[in-house]
């Protein structure tokens, strides 16, 4: 008897229905009570005998209390859970209103320092083909005086094609 006791002891902790609290122990108790109360008026009614009508008041009061005790246990049990959420829906709340904002302005800023580093590579690049496209206009223009001060009314030269070529 021992050793069942003691398994279902156990198992009924495992499970978080073991009473702990004294309040939950004595309610636990006081129903036991009642319902002892309860078969042994009922038995006793049964066989006839009158001793079980004074036990009526015992079991409405013992009813009473039982219920009182349970709704106090029922109170603790959901304030527990609320809290419980509530605690959830704050750290929630919290990281929406405190780290969303930031990993935002992050990601804000990082995309502008992209866009930047795009234009700014343009820019570079940009600057590059005008200065090469300044430097092909005047050789252009070098070759073109230099030319035309050479065909000023003579023909054009072997050299001058060979120079052309070369340059």
């Given amino acids: 008897m021992q050793a069942s006791y003691r398994n279902l002891r156990l198992r009924l902790s495992d499970a978080g229905l073991w009473p702990t609290s004294k309040v939950a122990v004595t309610?636990?108790?006081?129903l036991a009570l009642e319902?002892?109360?309860a078969l042994v008026r009922t038995a006793s009614s049964a066989l006839g005998l009158r001793f079980g009508d004074s036990l009526g008041g015992w079991v409405i009061f013992l009813g009473l209390v039982v219920i009182l005790l349970f709704q106090i246990l029922a109170y603790r049990w959901i304030k527990q859970k609320l809290l419980w959420r509530l605690r959830n829906r704050l750290i929630v709340t919290y990281v929406f209103i405190g780290v969303i904002p930031v990993v935002l302005l992050v990601a804000l800023a990082l995309g502008s320092f992209y866009l930047f580093a795009g234009q700014f590579a343009t820019f570079i690049v940009t600057s590059e083909l005008n200065s090469e496209l300044k430097s092909l206009?005047?050789?252009?223009a070098a070759l073109t005086h230099q030319l035309v001060a050479q065909?000023?009314?003579?023909p054009m030269p072997a050299e001058a094609i060979k120079f052309l070529r070369e340059s």
Wanted: net charge negative; aromatic share 14%; no cysteine.
């Fill in 151 to 154: 065909m000023d009314g003579n």
């Fill in 137 to 140: 206009e005047a050789s252009n």
């Fill in 35 to 37: 319902l002892l109360l």
């Fill in 27 to 30: 309610a636990w108790y006081l």
